[in-house]
């Protein structure tokens, strides 16, 4: 059975449910007395259309002496549970992902754990919590370069939930009267072996990371660090500040001991280069009068690549393509899903997303338009969205995706030259 068969029954199972419990409804005392439990999440269903760029390098090195489709057209369903239980001084919490999709090329099934975290709270300001968790670090809205300890976002759709990894962590947090409000203290430790948190990095090592946090008058700072683990020592800080109710800005700065890049020459030859660096970032986010909200973010990643490395490598590719060296090929392909075709492999971006409620009167509907723009080679993403919340429990949304750039360009190297998806939510 296809997965849109899958999502069309499960859309009829959800409504009917809906139905049958408005027709029974009946007012009962207890139903308003507070609980200590909380069940929801949403089912989510996509379809969209991929068209391909059929020369980019990222379909020359997927379909390796094939001739990539012209386009593909995607189902995607998605159940996402999540829950808490809380009993004095005892709380736990869960969020399951379960994921579907079908396309002309393959069909997958999918389910993660997203978090199971137990918490206990022994006295006022002390937490304690272990488990898996989504640890989030960083003020940043598309970029995090201090988010150590927590898998990266995806900037074109930086809200939605991501995995955890298995830690303990404790939050000791202090009031105070003075020019410092806050201060926080958060101690994570994070245990990596063949079987718990293997994706982390070297095995057999534990990892201990650290956030300070305090407000300083009207300023949130973090103070974040990572010992020498399964990765190498980092840290960093980050900072907010409410210039007034409408005007936010905010930063991030992380120091990396030792990065790893691995470069490829025209005609196809790797070598890599192992360094310090900087990743940093500068943004603010401003709502205007009419309710329209402006993000802006400066990136730098002072390890990311230059547009001739950039350059260097689609080179390479487009050559070994022309010569039919399958054998470079695949080592093109290993080399560059870890580089050069991960998201955002470069130095310098700059993110712009405008979002507006209800314009023109139009009720129930925000409009969006995101921009990710590559400073160093002119190649951008634009992401005109517009989304529709007039049904109780129902989200729908129209989103497209369209690349732009000159050839051996980051955007214009990627799979899809264009994406249209419709997606429809109903949280439960």
Same mark, same amino acid.
């Given at each position: 059975?296809?997965?849109?068969?899958?999502?069309?029954?499960?859309?009829?199972?959800?409504?009917?449910?809906?139905?049958?419990?408005?027709?029974?409804?009946?007012?009962?005392?207890?139903?308003?007395?507070?609980?200590?439990y909380r069940l929801g999440g949403y089912f989510d269903y996509s379809l969209n259309y991929q068209k391909l760029n059929q020369d980019a390098a990222a379909n020359v090195l997927f379909f390796i002496n094939q001739t990539p489709p012209d386009s593909l057209t995607q189902h995607t369903g998605i159940i996402?549970?999540?829950?808490?239980?809380?009993?004095?001084?005892?709380?736990?919490?869960?969020?399951?992902?379960?994921?579907?999709?079908?396309?002309?090329?393959?069909?997958?099934?999918?389910?993660?754990?997203?978090?199971?975290?137990?918490?206990?709270?022994?006295?006022?300001?002390?937490?304690?919590?272990?488990?898996?968790?989504?640890?989030?670090?960083?003020?940043?809205?598309?970029?995090?370069?201090?988010?150590?300890?927590?898998?990266?976002?995806?900037?074109?759709?930086?809200?939605?939930?991501?995995?955890?990894?298995?830690?303990?962590?404790?939050?000791?947090?202090?009031?105070?009267?003075?020019?410092?409000?806050?201060?926080?203290?958060t101690p994570v430790f994070l245990p990596v072996t063949d079987k718990i948190n293997e994706d982390f990095g070297q095995v057999e090592s534990n990892n201990i990371a650290a956030k300070l946090y305090l407000l300083y008058k009207d300023t949130d700072i973090d103070i974040v660090f990572l010992n020498q683990?399964?990765?190498?020592?980092?840290?960093?800080?980050?900072?907010?500040?409410?210039?007034?109710?409408?005007?936010?800005?905010?930063?991030?700065?992380?120091?990396?001991?030792?990065?790893?890049?691995? +470069? $490829?020459?025209?005609?196809?030859? &790797?070598?890599?280069?192992? *360094?310090?660096?900087?990743?940093? #970032?500068?943004?603010?986010? %401003?709502?205007?009068?009419?309710?329209?909200?402006?993000?802006?973010?400066?990136?730098?990643?002072?390890?990311?690549?230059?547009?001739?490395?950039?350059?260097?490598?689609?080179?390479?590719?487009?050559?070994?393509?022309?010569?039919?060296?399958?054998?470079?090929?695949?080592?093109?392909?290993?080399?560059?899903?870890?580089?050069?075709?991960?998201?955002?492999?470069?130095?310098?971006?700059?993110?712009?997303?405008?979002?507006?409620?209800?314009?023109?009167?139009?009720?129930? +509907? $925000?409009?969006?338009?995101?921009? &990710?723009?590559?400073?160093? *080679?002119?190649?951008?993403?634009? #992401?005109?969205?517009?989304? %529709?919340?007039?049904?109780?429990?129902?989200?729908?949304?129209?989103?497209?995706?369209?690349?732009?750039?000159?050839?051996?360009?980051?955007?214009?190297?990627?799979?899809?030259?264009?994406?249209?998806?419709?997606?429809?939510?109903?949280?439960?």
């Amino acid at each position: 059975m296809k997965v849109s068969q899958h999502v069309f029954m499960l859309m009829l199972f959800l409504l009917s449910g809906y139905s049958i419990a408005a027709e029974e409804f009946s007012f009962d005392v207890s139903s308003y007395q507070k609980k200590n439990y909380r069940l929801g999440g949403y089912f989510d269903y996509s379809l969209n259309y991929q068209k391909l760029n059929q020369d980019a390098a990222a379909n020359v090195l997927f379909f390796i002496n094939q001739t990539p489709p012209d386009s593909l057209t995607q189902h995607t369903g998605i159940i996402e549970l999540n829950g808490d239980y809380k009993q004095d001084k005892w709380q736990a919490r869960f969020n399951f992902h379960a994921e579907a999709y079908d396309n002309e090329l393959v069909s997958e099934q999918q389910g993660v754990l997203y978090e199971a975290v137990a918490t206990y709270q022994p006295a006022t300001g002390i937490t304690l919590e272990t488990g898996k968790k989504a640890i989030k670090w960083g003020k940043g809205y598309a970029w995090n370069p201090v988010g150590f300890v927590e898998r990266p976002k995806d900037p074109n759709d930086p809200y939605i939930s991501r995995e955890g990894y298995v830690v303990a962590t404790a939050d000791i947090i202090k009031s105070f009267t003075g020019d410092i409000k806050t201060l926080a203290f958060t101690p994570v430790f994070l245990p990596v072996t063949d079987k718990i948190n293997e994706d982390f990095g070297q095995v057999e090592s534990n990892n201990i990371a650290a956030k300070l946090y305090l407000l300083y008058k009207d300023t949130d700072i973090d103070i974040v660090f990572l010992n020498q683990g399964s990765r190498s020592l980092r840290y960093g800080f980050d900072f907010a500040k409410n210039i007034n109710t409408k005007f936010e800005v905010h930063g991030e700065w992380a120091y990396f001991d030792k990065v790893t890049t691995q +470069f $490829v020459s025209d005609s196809g030859i &790797i070598s890599s280069e192992t *360094d310090s660096t900087t990743r940093w #970032l500068l943004g603010l986010r %401003y709502l205007t009068d009419n309710d329209t909200t402006i993000i802006a973010e400066y990136y730098r990643n002072n390890s990311g690549y230059s547009t001739s490395e950039m350059k260097s490598f689609f080179t390479a590719v487009d050559s070994a393509s022309a010569s039919n060296n399958t054998a470079l090929l695949t080592t093109l392909a290993t080399v560059g899903s870890k580089t050069f075709l991960t998201r955002n492999p470069g130095k310098e971006y700059l993110y712009l997303r405008l979002s507006t409620k209800e314009p023109f009167d139009w009720v129930y +509907f $925000v409009p969006a338009m995101t921009v &990710i723009y590559n400073l160093g *080679d002119n190649s951008y993403s634009l #992401l005109p969205e517009i989304m %529709y919340t007039g049904l109780e429990n129902l989200e729908l949304r129209f989103k497209a995706t369209l690349l732009y750039g000159d050839n051996n360009s980051e955007f214009i190297e990627k799979r899809n030259e264009q994406k249209y998806e419709f997606r429809l939510r109903y949280f439960f």
